[in-house]
Protein backbone atom coordinates (compact mmCIF):
# COMPACT_ATOMS: atom_id res chain seq x y z
CA UNK A 1 0.00 0.00 0.00
CA UNK A 2 1.34 3.38 -0.88
CA UNK A 3 0.62 6.82 -0.72
CA UNK A 4 1.03 9.49 -3.35
CA UNK A 5 1.60 13.48 -1.48
CA UNK A 6 2.03 16.35 -3.36
CA UNK A 7 4.52 18.59 -2.78
CA UNK A 8 1.41 21.08 -2.21
CA UNK A 9 -0.15 18.74 0.35
CA UNK A 10 3.32 19.01 1.98
CA UNK A 11 3.69 22.89 1.78
CA UNK A 12 0.25 23.48 3.41
CA UNK A 13 0.88 20.91 5.91
CA UNK A 14 4.35 22.82 6.66
CA UNK A 15 2.15 26.24 7.13
CA UNK A 16 -0.60 24.96 9.37
CA UNK A 17 1.88 23.50 11.35
CA UNK A 18 4.10 27.01 11.50
CA UNK A 19 0.84 28.81 13.03
CA UNK A 20 0.23 26.04 14.91
CA UNK A 21 2.88 24.73 16.68
CA UNK A 22 4.10 28.10 18.88
CA UNK A 23 1.02 29.12 19.99
CA UNK A 24 0.50 25.60 21.41
CA UNK A 25 4.38 25.59 23.18
CA UNK A 26 3.65 29.25 24.41
CA UNK A 27 0.07 29.13 25.72
CA UNK A 28 -1.25 26.32 25.10
CA UNK A 29 0.85 23.21 27.38
CA UNK A 30 0.75 25.50 30.28
CA UNK A 31 4.65 26.06 31.45
CA UNK A 32 5.34 26.35 34.71
CA UNK A 33 5.20 29.93 36.38
CA UNK A 34 7.16 29.22 38.83
CA UNK A 35 9.94 26.47 39.57
CA UNK A 36 11.98 25.46 42.63
CA UNK A 37 14.60 22.77 43.46
CA UNK A 38 16.33 21.43 46.36
CA UNK A 39 19.68 19.78 46.69
CA UNK A 40 21.26 17.47 48.45
CA UNK A 41 25.30 18.38 48.91
CA UNK A 42 27.65 16.21 50.79
CA UNK A 43 25.33 13.31 51.45
CA UNK A 44 22.95 15.59 52.83
CA UNK A 45 24.58 17.87 55.51
CA UNK A 46 24.10 20.71 53.21
CA UNK A 47 20.92 21.64 51.37
CA UNK A 48 20.13 24.49 48.86
CA UNK A 49 16.52 25.37 47.93
CA UNK A 50 16.61 27.33 44.70
CA UNK A 51 13.39 28.82 43.72
CA UNK A 52 12.01 31.03 40.89
CA UNK A 53 9.18 32.33 40.12
CA UNK A 54 6.91 34.91 37.57
CA UNK A 55 8.80 33.00 34.71
CA UNK A 56 7.37 34.05 31.81
CA UNK A 57 8.30 32.40 28.19
CA UNK A 58 8.87 34.07 24.40
CA UNK A 59 7.37 32.68 21.46
CA UNK A 60 9.49 29.93 20.02
CA UNK A 61 10.66 30.89 16.11
CA UNK A 62 10.58 27.49 14.15
CA UNK A 63 11.89 26.42 11.47
CA UNK A 64 9.57 24.57 9.68
CA UNK A 65 9.24 26.44 6.10
CA UNK A 66 12.85 25.72 5.43
CA UNK A 67 13.35 29.32 4.55
Known amino acids: ?3 RIQQR ?3 ELKKAMQ ?3 PHYVTFDID ?3 KEE ?3 DLLFGLW ?3 FEW ?3 KYDQPDLDILDT
Open 47 to 49: KYK
Open 19 to 21: YFL
Open 37 to 39: WEV
Open 31 to 33: LDK
Open 1 to 3: MGF
Open 9 to 11: TVE
Open 53 to 55: SNI
